[in-house]
């Protein structure tokens, strides 16, 4: 009986948060809702969507490389994957479209260090104040 309870609870609750599908049509402006855009050059987005931009969590996949994560007004923004066509990854946070382990590198801190890790979660905080 406890585990009905359970499960009827869990899905009460995904269902509660979850967004509208995006219209179907490409055309429409997408605002608060989950859905895929295609372009004509068979790049791909799927995921949550505002104000007409990826926004929240998704996948874009084109030719030059894929990019699995966190995305603000468009661009990378949060933890993510970047995975390139030759193969190569940058994993981390990112703001505004930049790995910001980069970033903290410029500033002397090692790549994989907890130095360089705090560097990261100290700029994202502060770039989101934005």
């Known amino acids: 009986m406890n585990r ?7 899905l ?12 179907s049509d490409q055309s429409v402006k997408r605002h608060n809702c989950f859905g ?8 791909v987005y799927m995921g949550e969507w505002k104000d ?4 929240g969590q998704g996948t874009f996949a084109g030719s030059r490389g894929k990019f699995v994560g ?12 970047l995975t390139f066509a030759d193969g ?11 790995l910001l382990e980069n970033k903290c590198k410029n500033f002397g801190f090692n790549i994989g ?14 770039y989101s104040k934005d």
């Open 4 to 10: 009905i309870i359970f499960y009827l609870l869990l």
């Open 113 to 126: 260090t907890a130095y360089s890790k705090r560097c990261q979660e100290i700029m994202l905080d502060e």
């Open 36 to 43: 895929s855009f295609y372009y004509e050059n068979l790049d």
């Open 12 to 23: 009460t609750s995904i269902n509660a948060y979850a967004l509208p599908d995006c219209p």
């Open 52 to 55: 007409n931009k990826f926004h």
């Open 70 to 81: 966190e995305w603000k007004e468009g661009k990378f923004h949060g933890q993510g994957t």
């Open 88 to 98: 190569n990854k940058e994993s981390g946070l990112f703001y505004d479209g930049e």
